[in-house]
């Protein structure tokens, strides 16, 4: 119950840091508003769970946030995730570094797109 009023209260003070930035700082970030206040309001494991699956797909956080219109759309994805406790299990796996038919992530929405950065980057 703590967590949720500390969760509640981050986002609070996030919203209104948000609100109070001008265009041209949100510019600066490369998002809108609308986009800032969307990525404030996420769920705090869900940047932490995405960067984890995209390192599976031998991608580096830089990999995934050189497109910034990219990592908010895996962002989104991950958070609307249908099938999250399959994601919890396969990130709990006993062997982490252990190579991954990356084929068998069928549960992963960013799945496909992972597969496409880790082709163009492998060019």
Same mark, same amino acid.
């Given at each position: ?36 206040? +969307?990525? @404030?309001?996420?769920? !705090?494991? %869900?940047? #932490? $769970? /995405? ?40 990130? +709990?796996? @006993?062997?982490?570094? !252990?190579? %991954?038919? #990356? $084929? /068998? ?19």
């Amino acid at each position: 119950m703590m967590e949720r009023f500390l969760r509640m209260f981050r986002l609070s003070r996030d919203l209104h840091e948000i609100e109070a930035m001008s265009d041209a700082a949100l510019a600066d970030l490369g998002v809108s508003r609308a986009e800032a206040i +969307a990525l @404030a309001a996420l769920p !705090d494991d %869900v940047p #932490t $769970r /995405m960067t984890a699956m995209a390192k599976v797909f031998g991608l580096s956080v830089t990999d995934v946030m050189a497109d910034r219109r990219l990592w908010q759309e895996l962002l989104s994805s991950c958070s609307h995730c249908g099938d999250l406790a399959t994601c919890h299990r396969f990130m +709990a796996r @006993a062997e982490p570094d !252990d190579p %991954v038919d #990356t $084929r /068998m992530l069928s549960f992963c929405p960013n799945r496909r797109t992972f597969d496409a950065l880790a082709r163009a980057r492998a060019v």
